[in-house]
């Protein structure tokens, strides 16, 4: 469903009338999203600012995700630091341009990276001061601002610590910042050790297929193995299940898994039949026909898989319902149904497909920022999707032997036939309350699933990633 405000801001003529009427209505910036299948050089051209400061330790790591990705890199570091950009530079054909820490003319860059693992105490946040401050109005439209960092819980000192986690209080602010521009801003931290799974992320982060995710946290860790990382078709060969498919997220979901190179099996309940097998055929898949919440779909799943794949590869549990009500006045069914649907079938159908998922498979689970804040007439679902948290931290542990991943995405307010169904008012109001003021598109979640489902994921796991645009709601 169209945004009214940002088709709105798009129209000369209606800017020019509500400038004269003198209206405070926000337009926000149309995002820059990519379409079509991942490429080899996704920043292009693209002008990416690093900063690699005294101290920094993942400068090479950084110049090889930037330059193998075709950025334009401009480089804010000491000799060191040039040297080793120099060297990665050669090998892709994008030589560093050297540029000062503290001031700024390179611009309106698509992109803002800060190294600061090398901050060990609080004076050393100056640095994020000196980068950011001369740079962050002329980031570009729907441009990137990225902070890598090490985790608080591994530093070796109390200070340290400290210093690390107001990485986290500075991203969120800047994501708000720089929100109304369409831009965005993340934090990862990087455990050590784990320094060769962090291209894949920076590559993803960077591109403009992370277009609603702001403000959030990831980390990168070395407890599943990384194996080959194709960066185009990264998907080629791989059998990925995707419940709720018929519609919506789901389908946007199959559609981008199968662009990738994935055989698709598009899952719905019996009732949506005919648009189960019309995203089929899209994808070049499978329907395959069962109530989630049926004793026998796990079992009726997996013959399916083994007689027709042999097994599976990715499984996302995409299906979901909301029965919304105040605790007060809410009938048993409405609650049962939602547990039933949105918690109990996921945890079912993975201990039904767990013994057929591969080695090195992806486990998406959907949650959702309700499951993380709460909402009012949502006891229900909040439930719900908060015991979906619970689950994926408690199962990533126990799939990391077979190099698999479990995640889950928490999707803030997007654009579907469920919102469009809200009133008029309340939905101008809940689309405005996050960074980038304005819902994500079905598409946005589906890149992120996406990547989850890539080889290249295998540094994310056991981890909650809210795709909201930087939601103000439970930040």
């Not at 929100?179 to 291209?199: K, M």
Request: include cysteine; aromatic fraction near 4%; glycine fraction near 12%.
């Amino acid at each position: 469903m169209a945004d009214f405000l940002v088709e709105l801001g798009t129209n000369p003529t209606a800017r020019n009338v509500i400038k004269t009427l003198g209206l405070p209505i926000p337009m926000p910036a149309k995002l820059v999203r990519d379409v079509g299948a991942w490429q080899e050089r996704p920043l292009q051209d693209r002008a990416i600012v690093v900063g690699s400061p005294a101290g920094a330790e993942l400068t090479a790591v950084i110049a090889e995700a930037v330059a193998g990705a075709g950025g334009d890199p401009r480089v804010a570091g000491d000799e060191s630091a040039l040297a080793a950009w120099r060297k990665v530079g050669e090998a892709y054909g994008r030589p560093p341009t050297p540029v000062g820490m503290t001031d700024a003319e390179e611009g309106k860059p698509w992109a803002l990276v800060l190294d600061a693992t090398g901050i060990t105490d609080p004076a050393g946040l100056r640095v994020l001061y000196d980068f950011f401050h001369p740079r962050v109005k002329a980031l570009g439209r729907s441009g990137r601002a990225i902070v890598i960092g090490r985790a608080p819980e591994r530093r070796k000192s109390p200070a340290a610590a400290a210093a690390a986690s107001a990485l986290e209080g500075f991203v969120r602010s800047l994501g708000r910042e720089v929100g109304r521009g369409g831009a965005t801003a993340n934090l990862v931290y990087v455990q050590s050790g784990a320094e060769d799974r962090l291209i894949p992320v920076l590559r993803f982060l960077l591109s403009p297929r992370s277009a609603y995710v702001s403000g959030q946290p990831w980390r990168v860790e070395s407890t599943v193995e990384l194996k080959a990382a194709p960066t185009v078709r990264p998907l080629d060969g791989k059998v990925a299940v995707v419940t709720g498919a018929a519609r919506g997220i789901g389908a946007a979901t199959a559609r981008a898994l199968a662009r990738e190179g994935a055989r698709v099996v598009v899952v719905d309940r019996p009732e949506d039949d005919a648009q189960a097998a019309l995203v089929a055929r899209e994808c070049g898949g499978k329907p395959f026909l069962g109530d989630v919440t049926a004793a026998d779909t796990a079992e009726r799943l997996k013959a399916f898989l083994v007689e027709h794949y042999g097994g599976v590869d990715i499984v996302v549990h995409n299906a979901g319902i909301t029965r919304d009500k105040m605790l007060g006045n809410m009938d048993e069914p409405r609650w049962d149904s939602t547990i039933e649907v949105n918690l109990s079938s996921v945890i079912r159908l993975h201990e039904g497909l767990d013994s057929i998922l591969r080695e090195g498979g992806r486990v998406i689970c959907t949650s959702s920022i309700a499951g993380i804040s709460g909402n009012v007439g949502q006891t229900n679902y909040s439930a719900s999707k908060a015991g979906i948290i619970g689950l994926v931290k408690a199962l990533a542990p126990t799939t990391k032997k077979r190099a698999i991943t479990v995640n889950a995405i928490a999707p803030g307010f997007i654009e579907t036939r469920l919102t469009a169904a809200i009133p008029v008012a309340t939905r101008e109001v809940a689309r405005r309350l996050s960074n980038v003021a304005q819902g994500g598109l079905p598409e946005d979640i589906a890149e992120v699933v996406t990547f989850l489902a890539t080889p290249g994921s295998a540094g994310v796991t056991g981890q909650i990633l809210r795709v909201c645009g930087g939601s103000f709601v439970g930040a």
